[in-house]
T-cell receptor
Framework: GAGVSQSPRYKVAKRGQDVALRCDPI?????LFWYQQALGQGPEFLTY????????KSGLPSDRFFAERPEGSVSTLKIQRTQQEDSAVYLC???????????????FGSGTRLTVV | GENVEQHPSTLSVQEGDSAVIKCTYS??????FPWYKQELGKRPQLIID?????GEKKDQRIAVTLNKTAKHFSLHITETQPEDSAVYFC??????????FGKGITLSVRP
């Protein structure tokens, strides 16, 4: 596609509910990143894929967070037993080159705004 | 790990004036420094980036400078326009690929 597509755009979940957030990167982009952006803050790194391999998951805040990219294209971020502190915008970004340090840097999606009530 | 700090947190300038936004980083191994612009409710958009092997880069009204010794880099916007009003984030990354972002600065351009 023309850009990074994320769905849903908005998600309201009851505390304790499981959610799945989808990211469709730019076609052919090797690297895919998930970030969490709390209100008024900068994006915080969650995890990084190179093709289907999850190379870094050091930013995932707890074992309730799980991400996958089984075919090296679409990625899903799953949050189990959601808590109020999980409320944030979840941003996905992709990059043509390894590590996002190619000529174009990252391209971000519009994000999924998750509200846990 | 890397720590990126931005200052000031808000900046207000008159239309036509220049704006300078500064960032510092902690990890001397960082070698890539992008700047993102984020309008309210929208995605962060890359506006300019610089690598550690250069000291300055320009793109029309926007420039970025890097001082590796002092570990700081700055975004310069000349002839500011109201549509430059947004939140600007600096970031840094090294060999581990992930970007570490600053907290952002809100730039307001007064018409």
């Amino acid at each position: 596609g023309a850009g990074v597509s994320q769905s849903p755009r908005y998600k309201v979940a009851k505390r304790g509910q499981d959610v799945a957030l989808r990211c469709d990167p730019i076609s052919g982009h090797v690297s895919l990143f998930w970030y969490q952006q709390a209100l008024g803050q900068g994006p915080e790194f969650l995890t990084y894929f190179q093709n289907e391999a999850q190379l870094d998951k050091s930013g995932l805040p707890s074992d309730r967070f799980f991400a996958e990219r089984p075919e090296g294209s679409v990625s899903t971020l799953k949050i189990q037993r959601t808590q109020q502190e999980d409320s944030a915008v979840y941003l996905c970004a992709s990059s043509l080159n390894q590590g996002g340090r190619g000529g174009n840097g990252y391209t971000f999606g519009s994000g999924t705004r998750l509200t846990v009530v | 790990g890397e720590n990126v700090e931005q200052h000031p947190s808000t900046l207000s300038v008159q239309e036509g004036d220049s704006a300078v936004i500064k960032c510092t980083y902690s990890d001397s191994a960082s070698n890539y420094f992008p700047w993102y612009k984020q309008e309210l409710g929208k995605r962060p958009q890359l506006i300019i980036d610089i690598r550690s092997n250069v000291g300055e880069k320009k793109d029309q009204r926007i420039a970025v400078t890097l001082n590796k010794t002092a570990k700081h880099f700055s975004l310069h916007i000349t002839e500011t326009q109201p549509e430059d009003s947004a939140v600007y984030f600096c970031a840094a990354s090294g060999a581990n690929s992930k970007l570490t972002f600053g907290k952002g600065i809100t730039l307001s351009v007064r018409p």
